[in-house]
């Protein structure tokens, strides 16, 4: 017992503590999900953020001493997302016969994306600055993060919203596309990858190669566009809704 304390004590006065939570927290909620025969709801990443949220409040540890270490972890996230450059490369045929559907088919999911999240939260009366930082909820978080920023919105609440659309989508994108009954692997990644970001392209990794492949496509797409488009767009729309 008291290894273990001088082992805690340690890890909590350096930055080991956020890389090593981090890690042991996603090998437990991955573990876990495939005990579980990988059931949508048991998914790795929110078991993940469930527990390091639980460990960080019990201890009463600030998020910045965590984030201290956890940046290991997040600089891996472009490495990750250029390696999802391979498997398009393996279907390059194929994208270049459906290249101009495919862009299309992300304008339309995006603007949907966008233009529902701020409808309704302008519905529901929501502040200007919160609907601006709602409105990049379907990208990947950086990218989120920088529209938000240059759309006035909170940096920090637009990666809160991206989150919970990410694992949202993770949770319900199965059953939402077998109700419709999309049973093509290439479009329920290319959907999933478009709803969902990259929490929704990992997702459709661990289902079937293409939908993961698809998915990457579509999480690059919505990275692109949306950066180029949403903040022209946005502010014209929240005008239009007074």
Do not use: C
Request: charged fraction near 10%.
């Amino acid at each position: 017992m008291t290894e273990v304390v001088q082992l805690w004590v340690y890890l909590a006065a350096s930055p080991l503590f956020g890389l090593t939570a981090t890690l042991v927290a996603y090998v437990a909620a991955h573990a876990l999900s495939q005990r579980l025969g990988g059931a949508p709801w048991a998914n790795p990443v929110l078991g993940s953020v469930l527990l390091l949220g639980t460990v960080l409040w019990m201890t009463g540890t600030p998020y910045a001493t965590y984030f201290a270490g956890a940046q290991f972890v997040h600089v891996l996230l472009g490495p990750a997302v250029v390696a999802m450059g391979w498997p398009l490369w393996q279907r390059r045929q194929a994208l270049r016969r459906r290249g101009v559907a495919l862009v299309l088919a992300a304008l339309a999911g995006g603007t949907a994306s966008a233009v529902s999240a701020v409808g309704l939260g302008a519905l529901l009366g929501l502040d200007s600055e919160v609907l601006r930082s709602l409105a990049p909820k379907s990208v990947t978080a950086p990218v989120a993060m920088g529209i938000a920023e240059r759309l006035g919105g909170v940096p920090a609440l637009a990666a809160a919203f991206v989150l919970i659309t990410g694992v949202a989508g993770a949770l319900m994108g199965k059953s939402v596309l077998d109700a419709m009954g999309l049973r093509d692997w290439a479009v329920r990644g290319f959907a999933l990858g478009s709803a969902a970001h990259g929490i929704g392209a990992a997702r459709a990794m661990q289902v079937h190669p293409e939908a993961g492949a698809y998915a990457g496509l579509a999480l690059s797409l919505q990275a692109l566009l949306s950066s180029v488009l949403m903040p022209l767009a946005v502010p014209w729309l929240l005008r239009w809704w007074g």
